[in-house]
């Protein structure tokens, strides 16, 4: 079945500090949200990329879409402490089937 | 606007009892989900309601879990009889139309069970 990979499971970064996390699917999306889990809450919507190549920029979050639709990242610019939490990218599941599969999350950490 | 209502938001139960959950989404959102949530994963799809009926149950458990969304707008899910390995968050999610790329989701609170 299809898979959804993310690396890495956990960064510890410096406030200031850039931070990166990639996402790896099995097979090819028609999309890709991303979502933003605070620790102790729910995982909350930060964006969709729809398009091949695509790059959507939050402030200092950048987000890709790979060429092939199969991959993402999401980029952050001088960490800040506020964003801790564990990042999750999503993609509909198998053809057919509309319901998000989630990627097992990074988490970050951001030492003040 | 009102977010997704979970109730309840903790529970306690020992191995082999039974357990039941309840959402109540965004009004107005068409389809409605349960996740699984373990501790230090990702959120794992237990089923797919459009309106009141199953779009998607594949992943969810059928000998020991259930889940029905009657009228169309709130859900139960439930538990029976759980096993340790059934601690986790159960979240509730909602969203305007289908789930893959037309609409984002948006998440309960969650209801956190601890199986003893």
């Known amino acids: 079945g299809q898979q959804v990979m993310q690396i890495p499971q956990y960064q510890h970064v410096q406030e200031g500090e850039d931070f990166t996390t990639y996402c790896n699917s099995s097979t090819t999306l028609s999309n890709i949200q991303w979502y933003k889990q605070r620790p102790g809450g729910h995982p909350v919507f930060l964006i969709q990329l729809v398009k091949s190549g695509e790059v959507k920029k939050q402030k200092r979050l950048t987000f890709q879409f790979g060429e092939a639709k199969k991959n993402s990242s999401l980029h952050i610019t001088a960490t800040q402490t506020t964003d801790v939490g564990t990042y999750f990218c999503a993609g509909p599941r198998d053809t057919g089937r509309r319901a998000l599969t989630f990627g097992s999350g990074t988490r970050l950490q951001v030492q003040p | 606007e009102a977010g997704v209502a979970q109730s309840p938001r903790y529970k306690i139960i020992e191995k082999r009892q039974s357990v039941a959950f309840w959402c109540n989404p965004i009004?107005?959102?068409?389809?409605l989900y349960w996740y699984q949530q373990i501790l230090g994963q990702g959120p794992k799809l237990l089923i797919q309601?459009?309106?009141?009926?199953?779009?998607?149950d594949s992943q969810l458990p059928k000998d020991r879990f259930s889940a029905e969304r009657l009228k169309g707008v709130d859900s139960t899910l439930k538990i029976q009889p759980a096993k340790l390995e059934d601690s986790a968050v159960y979240l509730c999610?909602?969203?305007?139309?289908?789930?893959?790329?037309?609409?984002?989701?948006?998440f309960g609170e969650g209801s956190r069970l601890t199986v003893l």
């Open positions: 309601f459009q309106n009141n009926g199953v779009v998607d």
């Open positions: 999610a909602s969203s305007l139309v289908g789930g893959s790329g037309t609409g984002e989701l948006f």
């Open positions: 009004s107005g959102h068409a389809t």
